[in-house]
């Protein structure tokens, strides 16, 4: 019998030799993960007969997660087949002929010219050109009880978004946008940006030295699950799939700090405040009167210096902590950053080497008395800092 078509040929197994079942994997994909995902909405509406929409902190994730899939064209078309309530719309998609597929050869595995070239490996690297793997940051859960003091926070920071003291924008570059303190959006999900350990290094080439912010975060989900991510994955993760959440605008922000005698059961711990000086014996730190780190820190401030001789914000070396301020409902890190900027003309100017000889320029660092740091602080209390400037030579506050 002549067989004419693939359909004859296939159709003429008697022995069944064809019908194999394809192997499977219990490794997700990008496209599994992202099926599942959409079938999350799926089976809300299923349940409640309605799209999820902004009234509650669940239904926000979903809401958003449906708008993301509603602006990615190419993953629309690998959403299409399982859109049962055409939430995505009319999707165009391509219709593969025979003659597409043999064409779309980019490696030449079908090319009858060079009958020996796939066992050349032109797309494989060599061992000794594979990037190192890096530890990859996977998310762990956190019990109730840890995740308790968080969970109020993102509950406010979506009654604020409602309210429009908040809204979403895209990011910029990392190291402007990425703030301890901050928060964003990853795939729909809310993420607390808690702490940063991080350092700038440079590096030289022969068209010129490089500079570059590495290090790792400690970020927290509204699942009740934190992360490590390296700083600058956590910067990819948000331009490719999210967004930040704005700071409340300036007038919300004035009162910094609440009284401590009358503080309420609904009042949010922002985190800490610190004033350190250092106990370097390096005769270029040793020898400067008067300088002291302002810092923040989201978790106890003694549990964040126990490595400070290892780390080169604290100019690798222990630290004589001298005072801590805790704050509530308002963003902490907004007041480090305030401090900083009344006293960035008394900055350290000072370059450090690490292990590997990289340079390395601190910048928390300020030569300014004790006593007046504290004035500036009290200052902020009383919203009346922007009346003031702080001069370098006489070392004294003084009025604009």
Not at 141 to 169: A, N, W
Not at 258 to 281: H, V
Not at 301 to 327: G, Q, W
Not at 357 to 363: E, K, N, V, Y
Request: proline share 2%; net charge negative.
């Amino acid at each position: 019998m002549n067989k004419t078509t693939l359909d004859d040929i296939f159709s003429d197994d008697e022995f069944g030799l064809l019908d194999v079942k394809p192997k499977t994997s219990n490794v997700k994909t990008e496209d599994d993960r992202l099926i599942d995902a959409f079938e999350e909405i799926n089976i809300f509406i299923d349940k409640n007969n309605r799209e999820p929409n902004t009234s509650s902190m669940s239904e926000y994730g979903l809401y958003a997660k449906l708008k993301n899939f509603r602006d990615n064209e190419s993953g629309k078309r690998t959403l299409k087949p399982f859109d049962r309530h055409d939430l995505l719309g009319h999707v165009e998609t391509e219709e593969l002929t025979m003659e597409d597929i043999l064409k779309d050869d980019d490696l030449g595995l079908l090319s009858t010219d060079n009958d020996l070239d796939i066992f050349k490996y032109k797309h494989t690297p060599r061992n000794d050109s594979r990037a190192k793997t890096d530890f990859t940051a996977k998310r762990k859960p956190l019990s109730e009880k840890e995740f308790k003091k968080y969970e109020d926070m993102f509950h406010k920071i979506h009654r604020e978004i409602k309210e429009g003291k908040r809204s979403l924008k895209n990011m910029g570059t990392y190291e402007e946008d990425l703030k301890e303190g901050n928060f964003y959006l990853i795939s729909g999900v809310l993420l607390y940006l808690e702490s940063m350990d991080l350092e700038k290094t440079t590096w030289v080439q022969k068209s010129g030295n490089r500079e570059r912010i590495e290090g790792r975060t400690r970020t927290i989900f509204e699942n009740s699950t934190y992360s490590n991510m390296l700083f600058r994955s956590l910067g990819k993760q948000i331009h490719k799939d999210g967004k930040m959440v704005t700071n409340v605008d300036d007038k919300e922000e004035q009162t910094l700090f609440t009284n401590n005698d009358s503080l309420k059961e609904e009042d949010i711990d922002t985190g800490w405040i610190y004033i350190l000086k250092s106990k370097s014996d390096n005769p270029e730190i040793k020898d400067i009167q008067d300088l002291y780190k302002i810092g923040f820190s989201s978790t106890d401030v003694d549990e964040r210096i126990k490595n400070a001789k290892n780390e080169a914000t604290y100019l690798f070396s222990d630290v004589k902590k001298m005072a801590t301020y805790k704050v509530y409902n308002r963003n902490a890190n907004k007041l480090e950053g305030l401090l900083h900027r009344f006293f960035a003309k008394a900055c350290l100017n000072v370059d450090l080497y690490d292990t590997k000889g990289q340079r390395i320029t601190p910048r928390e660092w300020f030569v300014v008395p004790f006593i007046i740091i504290e004035e500036a602080i009290e200052l902020i209390l009383n919203e009346s800092i922007v009346n003031y400037e702080y001069d370098i030579v006489i070392k004294k506050i003084n009025l604009r």
